[in-house]
């Protein structure tokens, strides 16, 4: 059976830079935006160009250094903020104008003070609007997740008569569990008139830890986009993650759905995200995360030193990290300790071992971790060491 793509849509520099107390410069931009090419992501959204002077400029520099990625900008459904879209993307290669509404009842009444009707009224004339400036324009209706799925489909019907070539399904509160958000979009696939002429993109929050579960249940309905950030960040609890989404698709070969995301290059870009918003990723993120591939108990030590499937369902290579480590800590074993000192040079025998294993417990007693340092401090002070060197 042939594999189906699936695009990736990166919205690190738009969604993603709305995270609380972090700012990016335009050249900070530029560099990650390089990144992100190079890596192959399909889509770069590069900010909200109507937002202010500076997004303006950095969407400008992106759009004119991008080689092969769609470069995208965000609007509101005003006629205004598509106009500065345009006018920002101008040099892209491939420019997408993302322009959209809130659909859910909250939204409608809330947000706008208006009607179900006059929303699919704006829906359509702001995409019609932006085709007069470029031909790809995504449509997003916000707060889709809590939008009834009739009233869905008839603003995404809408939105494709008005010429969208992509739809954007959010679950912007985060709220949905992966079986609606799965069953939403096969709704929309099996009911919205022409929609197997455009991509349906997932674009899920993070608020009960749920935005990678539901991007793969919209991709295995129909989906053929996924939004997400470097290191799932964004508002919030954040996005779904680029490095999550495209890994549980490599991982998962079965399901056919491939992406053209180089996966070597995953970790470099979440420590430069990471790095340039001066936004620490935590140990425990899943593929980029310190502990992502790091073994500290003694029987997981055990089984990875003799091979490392017995613990690892990702080749750390896959994803650029070199190696998997043996953290040494008052858990590890015998095994940890003898290959942690063979690295640093230090070939034990089992009754070497024995001693120095029994002195190595009352060190990490004391310590959190041991490093190289207190190895060849726990060998070097033993007894049974200062024997060989005597002998
Ligand atoms: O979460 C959301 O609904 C969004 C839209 C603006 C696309 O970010
Ligand atoms: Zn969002």
Redesign the pocket.
């Known amino acids: 059976m042939s594999s189906k793509q699936i695009q990736i849509f990166d919205?690190t520099l738009r969604?993603g830079e709305q995270v609380p107390g972090c700012k990016l410069d335009s050249n900070q931009k530029v560099i990650i935006a390089k990144q992100l090419d190079i890596t192959g992501v399909d889509v770069i959204e590069a900010g909200f160009p109507v937002s202010s002077p500076g997004d303006f400029k950095s969407v400008e520099a992106i759009s004119k250094i991008v080689k092969n990625a769609t470069v995208c900008g965000?609007t509101r459904a005003v006629e205004n903020d598509i106009k500065v879209a345009a006018e920002a993307l101008k040099h892209a290669k491939r420019p997408r104008i993302?322009t959209?509404i809130g659909t859910s009842d909250s939204h409608i009444k809330f947000k706008f003070n208006s009607d179900k009707e006059s929303i699919i009224k704006r829906a359509f004339d702001a995409v019609n609007y932006a085709k007069k400036f470029v031909e790809d324009v995504e449509f997003?209706a916000?707060?889709a997740g809590r939008t009834d799925n009739d009233y869905l489909a008839r603003v995404c019907e809408s939105a494709i008569k008005a010429g969208a070539t992509v739809l954007?399904i959010?679950d912007?509160t985060g709220y949905c569990l992966p079986n609606e958000y799965g069953a939403k979009i096969k709704y929309l696939m099996d009911n919205v008139k022409g929609i197997d002429n455009v991509v349906v993109s997932c674009?899920c929050?993070n608020d009960l830890g749920l935005a990678t579960a539901n991007s793969i249940a919209g991709v295995l309905n129909g989906a053929k986009q996924i939004?997400c950030t470097i290191n799932g960040i964004g508002?919030r609890a954040g996005n779904t993650a680029l490095e999550e989404v495209v890994m549980v698709l490599k991982q998962h070969s079965n399901l056919n759905l491939d992406t053209n995301i180089d996966t070597t290059k995953l970790y470099g870009l979440s420590q430069l995200v990471s790095d340039n918003m001066g936004i620490y990723t935590q140990p425990n993120k899943a593929i980029v995360g310190a502990n992502a591939f790091a073994h500290s108990s003694g029987i997981h030590q055990d089984g990875v030193i003799k091979n490392r499937e017995t613990y690892e369902i990702i080749n750390p290579k896959d994803v650029g990290v070199t190696e998997s480590a043996i953290v040494l800590t008052a858990r590890s074993g015998r095994a940890a300790l003898a290959y942690r000192a063979k690295n640093v040079g230090y070939e034990l025998t089992k009754l070497q071992l024995d001693e120095i294993y029994a002195n190595f417990l009352v060190f990490a007693d004391r310590k959190k971790e041991i490093n190289d340092n207190d190895i060849h401090q726990i060998i070097e002070t033993s007894n049974i060491y200062q024997q060989i060197i005597s002998a």
């Open positions: 919205t969604d965000l993302h959209g997003y916000e707060d954007n959010p912007t674009h929050h939004e508002e």
